[in-house]
Each structure stands twice: as C-alpha cells, then as structure tokens.
C-alpha cells in the first residue's frame, strides 16, 4: 500500500520559512516523479515544485524562495520555503506519479500571517 505522508506545515509570520517532508511507504521516490502541490478553498490545485532524476522545476510564484529536494536514503521529499507570504498560504499535498499511477498524500496545512 502506498502512502505519502506530509508535515512541517503550521503557522509562520510573513518573511519567515518552513520545511514541509514527504515521506512514501511502498514506492521509491526516486522512481517517480515527486512534487508539491497546494489548494486553497474554491481555487484548483497547483503545481508548486517537481522533482526528477536530475531535473527540478517550479511554478513561477514561488522561483527564488522555494527549494524542492530529496534524501533517497530517507525516501523522503522535501520543500524548502523561504520568504513566505501571505499568499502561499495554502494545503500542500504530496504528489507521486509515474505512467498511469498517481498517489497524494492528505496535506499539510501551511498559513502565513501579515
């Protein structure tokens, strides 16, 4: 059974940083694609950061303040996240996906106060 379990979130004053971590049971995270993703009420989800083999991108709003990274040993996937704002506010959940299997984890609640 597979399962991406998230934490890190909580409460952070604007300017401040959070490590958000990952952690799978029943994959291999480096055999996947790994990312981040977060939601606010009536918005879809987004894409925040990915990770593969070599290769990591980002969306644009968060270029420069977000570090997505991976400790294989740990089978963990991390989200450095510098410079917080209000506005990434957010649930961040975990991705896992490969071909046709796509896992998520419950999400992590991350709030950012002015």
């Known amino acids: 059974q597979v399962q991406l379990v998230e934490s890190g979130g909580g409460l952070v004053q604007a300017g401040g940083s959070l490590r958000l971590s990952c952690t799978a049971s029943g994959i291999t995270v480096t055999m996947y694609n790994m990312g981040w993703y977060r939601q606010t009420p009536g918005k879809q989800r987004e894409l925040v950061a990915a990770?593969?083999?070599?290769?990591?991108n980002y969306a644009d709003s968060v270029k420069g303040r977000f570090t997505i990274s991976r400790d294989n040993a740990k089978n963990t996937v991390y989200l450095q996240m510098n410079s917080l704002q209000p506005e990434d506010t957010a649930v961040y959940y975990c991705?896992?996906?490969?071909?046709?299997?796509?896992?998520w984890g419950k999400g992590t609640l991350v709030t950012v106060s002015s």
């Open positions: 990770i593969t083999t070599g290769r990591t």
């Open positions: 991705n896992a996906n490969r071909a046709a299997m796509n896992y």
